[in-house]
């Protein structure tokens, strides 16, 4: 439902605007997108600086924790209940090898930054997931089904983001999409909002299947009792409606929610934002290079956005109804190489590949920082039921583009892929190279509600990976 108020904007006779805007037939058209305006709008301090190539971000996260043994690090010379059925593949690198079921990827390694040290220490899904997309570890660590919250209210990537750059387009800085992360009892993850920002820094939400044949974003669409001309007027009955109203309101809010819906109505009848989502308009040749799952169709719209002015769009594996409760996403605790096989590799590897050709072709690659990560890894061993279990103490992760150099490994597992041998990798690295690759010091200031500083990241940029 599209908000015009405040909920707690009263008139002098005791009744909630929302009441007499409903009471008066104009309980509007249905729309949800001023609750993300709202979750944007409240006086983000802007800021800037200087260093970084890339304009924009975008972040793939491959919710679940893949097998680092099938992907980015496999170990031919282990054990078979170790190195699994999934066997290595030569890539563009000389004596660097992925696993067998990216070919694609490993076709330009050139451009890839392959980090293979990476460490959370946590072995559980939401506490890891807080910490690889916050850069802090979540108190206590290990607790799974953790809900967001104080202590652990640190903004997600985006939000810091959002907070310290400027606007590009009529488009929210940071995209979500095309779901939020939950666990298999529906707990939502910490660390995928504004935290202790606010919610007016939270990256907006746009739940989508953009593989779809009717694919659209209810954010951006009427009711189809609500016609363009009937929008028009509602707009304009709402301005004079607002404009009776100001003495009633002194505190300023009025001028705040009114800005909202004079934005709500833009982004609505903005050619730009449905052009933005407009996967039709894109040849059929682009889309099959990503590939028709919602991943492979969310990773494109992830570059639309991009273009259209979006700094940071975060992309997670999308989670259907029909996964199975036992092994979800990537989270292969049974029957894992079929998985990988079957359902998981070959999708990622189509879009991710296809997603850096594509930007590289379009002259966008050195600008548009990619990230491919996830919240951990999976454990050595095989357990009895043919899968992997979550292991956070080493897995790897992969960039591309905007400042980073490609045909570079970081770092080093040891020789079952379980600790860290050298290079290690924390995730606050992981975020103060994303900030300083944006432009972003990683020492820059964000404030809380009550005013007190705090150091955007504590870790170290990682030089050996940047041109």
Request: charged share 20%; hydrophobic share 35%.
């Amino acid at each position: 439902m599209l908000k015009l108020m405040h909920p707690s904007a009263r008139l002098c006779d005791g009744v909630s605007r929302r009441e007499m805007l409903r009471a008066g037939g104009l309980g509007l058209m249905g729309l949800s997108l001023s609750k993300l305006l709202a979750a944007q709008a409240r006086g983000a301090a802007e800021g800037s600086s200087k260093g970084g190539r890339a304009k924009s971000c975008i972040v793939l996260f491959l919710m679940g924790g893949p097998p680092q043994h099938s992907t980015w690090d496999p170990k031919p010379d282990a054990p078979a209940e170790v190195r699994g059925e999934i066997g290595p593949i030569a890539t563009k690198l000389p004596g660097v090898q992925f696993g067998a079921l990216m070919p694609k990827l490993a076709g330009m390694a050139d451009r890839l930054a392959i980090l293979r040290a990476v460490s959370t220490g946590d072995n559980a899904h939401s506490s890891s997931g807080y910490y690889m997309m916050t850069g802090r570890p979540h108190a206590p660590m290990n607790f799974e089904n953790a809900n967001p919250g104080p202590p652990n209210d640190w903004p997600n990537i985006g939000s810091v983001v959002a907070r310290l750059t400027t606007p590009r387009s009529e488009l929210p800085r940071t995209v979500r999409l095309p779901c939020h992360i939950y666990n298999t009892d529906g707990s939502v993850w910490p660390g995928q909002t504004g935290g202790f920002l606010g919610r007016s820094a939270d990256p907006w939400l746009f739940r989508c299947e953009p593989a779809s044949p009717d694919f659209k974003i209810p954010e951006f669409s009427l009711p189809i009792d609500v016609p363009t001309e009937r929008l028009t007027t509602r707009r304009s009955l709402l301005g004079e409606l607002n404009q009776k109203l100001a003495t009633a309101e002194r505190s300023g809010k009025l001028e705040e929610y009114d800005g909202l819906t004079q934005r709500a109505f833009g982004l609505l009848s903005s050619p730009q934002a449905r052009r933005a989502f407009d996967l039709a308009a894109e040849p059929d040749s682009v889309r099959q290079q990503y590939g028709m799952s919602q991943f492979g169709q969310s990773c494109l719209l992830s570059r639309r956005l991009i273009e259209a002015g979006v700094r940071l769009v975060q992309v997670n594996w999308f989670r259907g109804p029909d996964e199975p409760s036992d092994n979800p996403c990537w989270d292969s605790h049974t029957n894992e190489t079929q998985r990988l096989k079957e359902v998981l590799i070959p999708p990622m590897d189509s879009a991710f590949s296809a997603l850096v050709t594509d930007l590289a072709q379009r002259g966008l690659l050195d600008e548009t920082l990619v990230v491919c990560l996830s919240e951990f890894g999976r454990t050595p061993r095989f357990n009895a039921r043919g899968g992997r279990d979550h292991w956070g103490s080493v897995f790897s992760i992969a960039l591309a583009g905007g400042g980073t150099g490609g045909g570079v490994v970081h770092g080093a597992s040891d020789k079952l892929a379980a600790y860290p041998q050298d290079g290690l990798v924390k995730p606050e690295d992981i975020t103060a190279t994303i900030f300083h690759c944006l432009g972003i010091s990683p020492e820059s200031e964000i404030h809380d509600s009550l005013g007190r500083p705090f150091t955007i990241s504590r870790g170290q940029v990682l030089e050996p990976i940047l041109t």
